[in-house]
């Protein structure tokens, strides 16, 4: 294999397959990336096993043929090289090193053979449809912050993707909780979704994807099986396994006959609530909110370290009543929420609190109490 090509096309396609391989590998292969040249394109592609993910970049192909190289080693080699430089990647003819050549710097990098390279990507796809990369990521940043890290339950260490009927329409539903809070974001069903398989997408596929999706008017092709899915962003084809389980019926804990509502200005509840918490401990962040009629008063204490209230004003206009919230639950939310207020719908001490956006109506959270 012969190939040259721009530094700058090189790093941003490693940039976005490195960062799957793990840095600790018991499997040598799985700590390298896969070159493959031919026609006018250099193809890279990483694994971890559970995540695939390619990438295809314009090069000038002298002969064509295929490697694998230490991800992370070429990576940093790469980025280290001057802006504007040209690489050079040539393997020997025994295949068993590589050359990195950029003008008076020269690498030579330990090859693997391309034949040991796992392969996710057998298998066929039951749905396919294409989506609006600012839709799948309004999906994906609106209920993210909500995935559980408990391996115990690791069916919610995740976002359930499913379509549901809702308002007369089809929607495209992303739902993530870890049993304390849950976040919900719909989208209308793009054609061909109907009927798909509800999927929970692990944890680091959905970090990854964050990444990937940079610019809003790119089209996503989405396809779907029971235990894979395959997106394709432009050049990028991201293959991920599912997570092998069952989501549970979050629809149960949405409560529906709050009946009390709380309406207050985003952003001067959340500078409060920051405040107020600096003074609780690590462990237990609790809140005290006391509402009255038109008033919230913020309360947080901690035995070892004094005490803190801040009044805010709020539209409140029920019976009093006083609840408690983890303070940095309720800023997590509060961050997600693009409107000028926040409207809190409540029904006891004891009870889960729904939380919308006066500007996004397709979200919504749910927020367990806490005893305070």
Do not use: W
């Not at 499997?27 to 559970?50: C, F, Q």
């Not at 040209?86 to 003819?93: G, H, K, S």
């Not at 990444?211 to 809003?216: A, C, F, G």
């Amino acid at each position: 294999m012969r190939i040259t090509l721009e530094r700058s096309n090189l790093l941003k396609s490693l940039n976005h397959v490195h960062r799957v391989v793990e840095r600790r590998n018991t499997i040598p292969i799985l700590s390298n990336v896969l070159l493959k040249a031919e026609g006018a394109a250099l193809d890279m592609k990483a694994t971890d096993l559970d995540l695939e993910i390619t990438e295809s970049t314009a090069a000038m192909v002298e002969q064509a043929g295929a490697t694998t190289v230490p991800a992370h080693l070429l990576y940093e080699i790469v980025r280290k090289l001057p802006d504007g430089s040209e690489v050079r990647l040539a393997t020997n003819p025994d295949g068993g090193s590589m050359t990195v050549q950029s003008g008076r710097s020269k690498f030579s990098l330990q090859c693997l053979p391309q034949s040991d390279f796992p392969d996710l990507t057998a298998g066929s796809f039951t749905h396919s449809f294409k989506v609006k990369a600012s839709d799948f990521k309004m999906l994906i940043d609106r209920t993210q912050f909500a995935i559980s890290t408990e391996e115990t339950r690791y069916y919610l260490n995740g976002i359930f993707l499913h379509t549901i009927e809702a308002d007369n329409a089809l929607k495209l539903r992303a739902v993530a909780t870890d049993g304390h809070r849950l976040a919900r974001a719909d989208v209308e069903a793009p054609s061909g979704s109907e009927g798909m398989p509800g999927i929970i997408i692990p944890r680091k596929t959905v970090g990854e994807l964050q990444k990937l999706m940079d610019s809003p008017d790119l089209m996503i092709s989405m396809e779907v099986s029971d235990s894979k899915i395959r997106l394709t962003i432009g050049s990028i084809v991201l293959t991920s396994k599912l997570i092998d389980g069952t989501f549970p019926d979050y629809q149960r804990v949405i409560p529906a006959a709050n009946d009390k509502e709380m309406r207050v200005d985003c952003q001067t509840f959340a500078q409060a609530v920051d405040r107020v918490s600096t003074i609780s401990s690590e462990r237990g962040r609790a809140v005290k909110l006391s509402l009255s009629d038109g008033q919230l008063l913020l309360t947080v204490n901690n035995p070892d370290s004094g005490s803190a209230t801040e009044e805010v004003a709020v539209g409140y206009e029920n019976d009093a009543m006083e609840i408690g919230f983890n303070a940095k639950y309720l800023l997590d939310i509060t961050s997600q929420l693009s409107g000028d207020d926040a409207i809190f719908m409540l029904s006891d001490a004891g009870s889960p609190t729904l939380i919308r956006d006066t500007a996004a109506v397709d979200a919504l959270y749910v927020l367990m109490p806490m005893r305070v």
